[in-house]
């Protein structure tokens, strides 16, 4: 039986005592409750946003009142921190539901053995470390 294993190192969770970000303009405390999932047999990490503000305010209902925005952010190899503004459109419902998730996929890159792909728009190469902020 032939079995494969993903060689990419699964990303961790950026926590308070290891976020470097400084970034965002909207949040700016690391919610390291959602470790991303690490899928070996597909070599691909599964990143899960929050999509509404139970537990904590991850999104600011825009002024239009239409869109929402909130903060993602990563570490890449080098060790640094990449912290973006994201919007979802559906604000009303990000802000006012009863707990949404958001799901994005990250892919192993076999030359660097780190997760690369996009998450909420936000291009992001050689994670090492993710997290929405609150």
Do not use: W
């Amino acid at each position: 039986m032939i079995t494969h294993t993903c060689p990419c190192t699964p990303i961790t969770v950026i926590t308070s005592t290891s976020n470097t970000c400084a970034g965002g303009t909207l949040h700016d405390n690391p919610f390291s409750v959602r470790t991303p999932v690490f899928m070996s047999s597909q070599c691909e990490t599964l990143v899960v946003l929050k999509a509404s503000n139970i537990r904590n305010n991850f999104f600011t209902l825009a002024t239009d009142g239409e869109q929402a925005q909130g903060s993602i952010g990563y570490i890449d190899t080098s060790g640094t921190c990449r912290q973006s503004d994201i919007t979802v459109t559906d604000g009303a419902s990000a802000v006012g539901s009863n707990g949404q998730f958001l799901k994005y996929s990250l892919t192993c890159n076999l030359n660097t053995l780190r997760f690369d792909g996009t998450v909420a728009g936000v291009a992001m190469t050689n994670v090492v470390s993710f997290a929405q902020y609150y």
